[in-house]
């Protein structure tokens, strides 16, 4: 899934994020989900999300549990080529993990919301 995203904007105040990044709708990835209307994998989503988190958070982190991954619509990737991800990162008080919530728009139609934590590899 390398090369399927590039962060374009990040912008960051106490524990909320707003990341813009841009799908790379020539990726490969589309050729075969689906064909005649591509679709961004809900796998693609997760990976970006993670990415995101991690390059905040300033080193790799990986999902210690998913409690909410929840499609609103469909993201096409020649619709939806520009995604903004709201994020709230809070550290949790036990463990050092992070609790991570949040929500992917684009054109200001929310398209997916999710509920996570995350640890540091």
Do not use: W
């Not at 958070?57 to 909410?68: K, T």
């Not at 709230?88 to 684009?106: D, F, M, W």
């Amino acid at each position: 899934m390398n090369h399927i995203f590039k962060i374009k904007h990040l912008k960051s105040e106490v524990n909320d994020h707003a990341v813009e990044v841009e799908l790379n709708t020539n990726h490969r990835i589309f050729e075969g989900h689906f064909p005649e209307q591509p679709v961004v994998p809900g796998a693609c989503m997760i990976e970006v999300i993670k990415r995101c988190v991690s390059t905040i958070l300033g080193s790799p982190y990986r999902y210690a549990s998913i409690g909410e991954f929840k499609f609103m619509s469909l993201i096409l990737p020649d619709k939806d080529m520009y995604l903004l991800l709201k994020l709230t990162i809070s550290l949790e008080k036990e463990g050092g993990a992070y609790s991570v919530k949040g929500t992917v728009l684009s054109k200001d139609v929310m398209k997916l919301k999710f509920k996570t934590k995350m640890e540091q590899i």
